[in-house]
């Protein structure tokens, strides 16, 4: 049973849109993470979240954007999709000693 | 966070133990060593973690060197639903906010 839950699991889109990839955790965690991964290679950290009003750029730059408003959703956004973007974007939570990260089944955007 | 270093690629015979390696010779007095598994582009699977002693639990076990420089993640009887790509990671608890996940093993077990 998935404690943190990202939507949609696939997206298909047309250049120019704007798009935001919902992530939501159950389980009450501070903290919240975006991560990007093309197929075959290594996580990148895009984003973090300590809790609400709280984001920070990760290693990787990216043109999305975040906001935490509450606590249990962490929602990515991209306002104008390119084909650079296509990617897995895999979302986690993790509680205040970050004894483990909780990661979502992921969303793999393709941009055409 | 100290680095680490895996094998690119592991072979493990189905029913065998897997026993993957993972070296950390920088690691300071206060870093954790986690593991995590990620199969087929799922998200990754947090499996154990451990600071010097050895650890077990219902997924693997843990076996930390004395000097902590290096630790071994044992999957006791693998299946061919452990395979993956196995992340060794090491960072200190409450530290740095950041989940560093280099190029970790690939582990195939097969039938």
């Known amino acids: 049973e998935a404690d943190i839950y990202q939507t949609p699991r696939y997206l298909v889109i047309g250049t120019g849109k704007k798009i935001t990839l919902e992530c939501s955790q159950t389980m009450g965690h501070d903290k919240m993470y975006w991560y990007q991964q093309d197929p075959g290679m290594e996580l990148h950290l895009i984003h973090y979240?300590?809790?609400?009003?709280?984001?920070e750029k990760g290693d990787l730059s990216s043109e999305s954007t975040v906001s935490r408003i509450r606590t249990e959703h962490f929602p990515l956004t991209l306002e104008s999709a390119r084909p650079s973007h296509t990617s897995q974007y895999l979302c986690?939570?993790?509680?205040?000693?970050?004894?483990?990260?909780?990661f979502g089944s992921g969303t793999r955007l393709t941009v055409v | 966070d100290a680095k680490t270093t895996q094998p690119t690629s592991m072979d493990c015979a189905e029913g065998r133990a897997a026993n993957l390696p993972c070296n950390h010779s920088t690691i300071s007095g206060n870093e954790y060593v986690y593991w995590y598994r990620q199969i087929h582009s799922q998200g990754p699977q947090y499996i154990i973690h451990g600071l010097k002693n050895n650890e077990t639990n219902e997924m693997a076990s843990l076996i930390i060197t004395e000097d902590r420089k290096s630790s071994t993640l044992i999957l006791p009887h693998a299946t061919l639903r452990d395979t993956a790509v196995y992340y060794c990671i090491v960072r200190a608890l409450g530290g740095s906010e950041k989940l560093v996940f280099g190029k970790g093993t690939k582990l195939t077990v097969n039938p």
């Open positions: 979240s300590y809790g609400v009003n709280s984001t």
């Open positions: 986690a939570s993790s509680d205040t000693n970050n004894y483990g990260y909780t």
